[in-house]
């Protein structure tokens, strides 16, 4: 891989979001056909749960919209740090900074934390050129780093990107879910991250053009059976993250 190497005894692991912030001690999980538990976005500060969350289902899948609620990246650390010491897999920290400078800030603390994997930096689906450069820029760690780019804009990203890509600071590229809307029974819209089998094509065919760059990625939407796991490794990616599948107890 880049400059450091990913530690993952299996290709498989979850995608954040899906199962809180630390690996749940009870359930149909089998984490030893893992290669690792990614933790729930954290923030720097304190997030509240979306003023209007909600999930709507589809004939191909749901759309999720939450704010990604977290105590904060102190908060979190008191909480978390012994339980991810001493979790089944290793553990990649999902960090969401708002700026360059929130990603600093939180960046040092994690370097010294036991059984961590790396870390992986969620990218905002607004994110502006600019930004997202000075991001790159802050990300300088001791661990891996995994930058997720959201589907629906990860090849722009990456094309526009690319001369800050190759210094050695990002490890791996993973797919984030891409953004959709849907009526409620109000008349408005609720818009939100879209998972399900539907999305499995345009996922597969972000993994082939990406995995044809110089970084490896972590592929991701719409893998729901043991077939379509085999099919991003096929098109290129390295590793796979499973969503909402998971609340199923995972793929069979």
């Known amino acids: 891989m880049a400059k450091y190497d990913l530690p993952l005894r299996s290709p498989l692991m979850n995608a954040a979001g899906t199962l809180g912030f630390t690996p749940p001690a009870h359930g149909p999980i089998e984490w030893d056909q893992y290669g690792a538990f990614v933790t729930n976005p954290i923030s720097l500060g304190r997030r509240q749960p979306a003023a209007t969350a909600r999930q709507i289902s589809f004939s191909g899948g749901l759309i999720l919209h939450t704010g990604y ?23 990649i920290v999902h960090l969401i900074p708002h700026n360059a400078d929130e990603l600093a800030a939180m960046i040092p603390s994690l370097e010294t934390c036991d059984n961590l994997a790396g870390l992986e930096v969620g990218i905002a689906p607004d994110i502006s050129l600019e930004a997202a450069t000075d991001l790159l820029h802050a990300a300088l760690s001791e661990l891996p780093i995994i930058l997720r780019l959201p589907q629906d ?15 050695g600071r990002i490890t791996a590229i993973s797919l984030g879910p891409g953004r959709g809307s849907l009526p409620l029974p109000d008349g408005s819209f609720l818009r939100g991250r879209i998972y399900g089998p539907s999305v499995l094509p345009t996922a597969l065919a972000a993994v082939r053009t990406l995995s044809e760059g110089s970084l490896p990625v972590i592929g991701a939407g719409g893998v729901y059976r043991q077939q379509d796991v085999q099919a991003m490794l096929a098109a290129g990616a390295v590793a796979v993250q499973l969503d909402t599948i998971l609340w199923r107890g995972g793929i069979d």
């Open 69 to 91: 609620p977290n105590p904060g990246f102190e908060a979190s650390l008191r909480r978390y740090q012994n339980a991810w010491s001493h979790a089944p897999v290793p553990v």
């Open 153 to 167: 804009r990860a090849l722009e990203l990456v094309r526009s990107l690319a001369p800050f890509l190759d210094d």
